[in-house]
């Protein structure tokens, strides 16, 4: 009886319909008569019956007894059951009552069809003919009931409060426990601009905001429907209710103050001095409060726009990390952090004026920008130009803002770097690819105008849209063509970016195999390399033992000449062609002096 039960229990539990079951049962009896399994088939759908109707209540009283004190164990293993639910909100309406009455029948068995407790194990199998009819109508109606129970296309969708919040984030405002949001619609926070704190607001003054501009929306989409009865017309004029409004408005801004009054200033200061640029300034009485409103009402549509932003992913707020940036017609992704300023750095994207290198916040405030922007190649001088290439020196003196621009630009795919705003004892020699709409960024590679361990390159990048197309070579090439000019031996300042040791590596490899395969003589000497290609002795040395060409032999230094990698250097060089190379001839600069 008892294992009739618990396994009844679990059918029920699992939602399996009472037809199911009966099938199961008759084929395990088949030897009997038809009324012995009608009759018992009946019996366990009505004992499945009363303990669905009676599950929620024993189950809760078994969870409450558990966790006191002092529980008496029962011998039989109870597996809580689960009530099948039509609807959500009935569930939810009644399971309190459900807890209260599981704490008074603690102990108590479920009940029967009939309303009596099973006193013992026969009570619960046997079953008397004339309630056949009965028991085959309650089977109906709760295989019926599991039927809609499992059925849950009609319920609503439950929503799971803030899904999308991340908890270990912070409002960045002093003071701010990131309650609440500036547009009265969210729960929480984390930037300024949803800040009601920084807007010197109350959570409850922001929901109440926004309730109001709710029905002032409802009210003006009704004002547009009853007008949408009027023909359009192109000189059409305006309605009463126009009219009215527009003198409304006039009246508004008639009535706004001249200027403020001795304690109002009063006021103003001692808020500014006491949280400086943690909140925004007080704004009431510097304008009519008609504008007030419409300006607050923007500030909520773009905190809006905002939130919108960072549930789809395309703001990161809290983490200070640029996902991507437009860069003319190029939308790239960024691979590290970059120091730019908070109200930017929060931000998912930023958009970029490739020629100047401002930076933005939102697309239309780079289309005004490009409408009047009139650069169209970097500042400084143009020294270098062969075909659309073109290299101009920038000193980070006379350009600052824009090396500062180029440097945090830079740092967004640059690991190893620390340069961001001292620039000014730096030169930028800013590669360009040149078409008709201007001199677009290729790369740039920045050097100290006096450095005591003659380095001739301080930080170099090439940006990704021109990356594996020859430029970075291009760009140390030129680095050590002015070291030639100068007459001096360079080298890259250490560390170097992982890109940027590969590069290294490479050009230095394909100098030597120029070298060697133009050698004609028999001894050759690691300092008049030096002297003839500008690269470091260190340099050399290293990237001899890489190719495997240094060897010790009897006391000696030698210097194999393999010409099977000189042969596989041939034959890339043959295939790249001479597209992407430096012309000494085309080089137009003398070296500064030191400044």
Known sequence: GAAGVCLTAGSSSDGTED???????????????????????????????????????????????????????????????????????????????????????DETPPRTPTGNAPSSESDIEVSSPSNDLEDERLAKELSLKEAAAHDLSHRPKRRRFHESYNFNMKCPTPGCNSLGHLTGRHERHFSISGCPLYHNLSADECKGKATTRDKQTEERTLSHRQDENRHSTRNQAPTDRQLRYKEKVTELRRKRNSGLNKEQKEKYMEHRQSHGTSREPLLENITSDYDLELFRKAQARASEDLEKLRLAGHVSEGSNMIKTIVFGRYELDTWYHSPYPEEYARLGRLYMCEFCLKYMKSQTILRRHLAKCVWKHPPGDEIYRKGNISVFEVDGKKNKIYCQNLCLLAKLFLDHKTLYYDVEPFLFYVMTEADNTGCHLVGYFSKEKNSFLNYNVSCILTMPQYMRQGYGKMLIDFSYLLSKVEEKVGSPERPLSDLGLISYRSYWKEVLLRYLNNFQGKEISIKEISQETAVNPVDIVSTLQSLQMLKYWKGKHLVLKRQDLIDDWKAKETKRGNGKTIDPTALKWTPPKGT
């Open 19 to 105: 037809s199911d079951f009966s099938a199961d049962l008759e084929h395990a009896e088949a030897p009997e008569s038809a009324h012995r399994r009608s009759s018992t088939r009946l019996t366990r759908a009505s004992l499945r019956l009363s303990q669905s109707s009676q599950a929620s209540v024993f189950s809760s009283g078994r969870r409450i007894t558990r966790s006191q004190q002092g529980a008496t164990n029962t011998t039989a293993k109870k597996y809580p059951l689960r009530q099948s639910r039509s609807s959500g909100s009935d569930t939810e309406a009644n399971g309190e009552n459900d807890i209260k009455q599981g704490v008074d029948r």
